[in-house]
C-alpha cells in the first residue's frame, strides 16, 4: 500500500492550497480516508476525514467552514481543500488510510493502518 501526498507549499495568511493523496495497493473505497498534521514541537493531530463512499465526513472544530475533505473513488484519491489559511496552520500534513474504523476512534492516528510520507504546509503571516 502506498499513500502518496501532493500538494503543500508556501501561501500567504488569507489564502488557499488544495492537498491531494493518491493511493494505491488498496481497495480504496473500503477505507476511510484521513488528514492529520503535526506542527514543530506538536503531537499529531486529526484534521478531517471521509467514509468509504464518501458520504460522512468529518473535521476538527479548528478547521470547520475553512477546510473540506472530499474524495474520488475513480481516481483513488483524497483531497483537502484548504481556505482562509492561518499561521497556525503552519505543520506537515499527512494522509492516513484505515479499513476498519469505529466512528469513536476517527479521530486518532492509531485507529488508521496506512500513512504518506507528509506534505509540508507553510502559512506566512
Known amino acids: 500500500v502506498q499513500l502518496q501526498a501532493s500538494g503543500g507549499g508556501l501561501v500567504q495568511a488569507g489564502g488557499s492550497l488544495r492537498l491531494s493523496c493518491a493511493a494505491s495497493?488498496?481497495?480504496?473505497?473500503?477505507?476511510?480516508l484521513g488528514w492529520f498534521r503535526q506542527a514543530p514541537g506538536k503531537e499529531r493531530e486529526f484534521v478531517a476525514s471521509?467514509?468509504?463512499?464518501?458520504?460522512?465526513?468529518y473535521s476538527a472544530d479548528f478547521v470547520k467552514g475553512r477546510f473540506t475533505i472530499s474524495r474520488d473513488n475513480v481516481k483513488n484519491t483524497v483531497y483537502l481543500q484548504m481556505n482562509s489559511l492561518k499561521a497556525d496552520d503552519t505543520a506537515v500534513y499527512y494522509c492516513?488510510?484505515?479499513?476498519?474504523?469505529?466512528?469513536?476512534?476517527?479521530?486518532?492516528?492509531?485507529?488508521?493502518?496506512?500513512w504518506g510520507q507528509g506534505t509540508l504546509v507553510t502559512v506566512s503571516s
Open positions: 471521509t467514509r468509504g463512499n464518501g458520504g460522512s465526513t
Open positions: 495497493g488498496l481497495t480504496f473505497r473500503r477505507y476511510t
Open positions: 492516513a488510510a484505515g479499513e476498519r474504523i469505529i466512528l469513536s476512534s476517527i479521530q486518532l492516528a492509531r485507529a488508521y493502518d496506512y
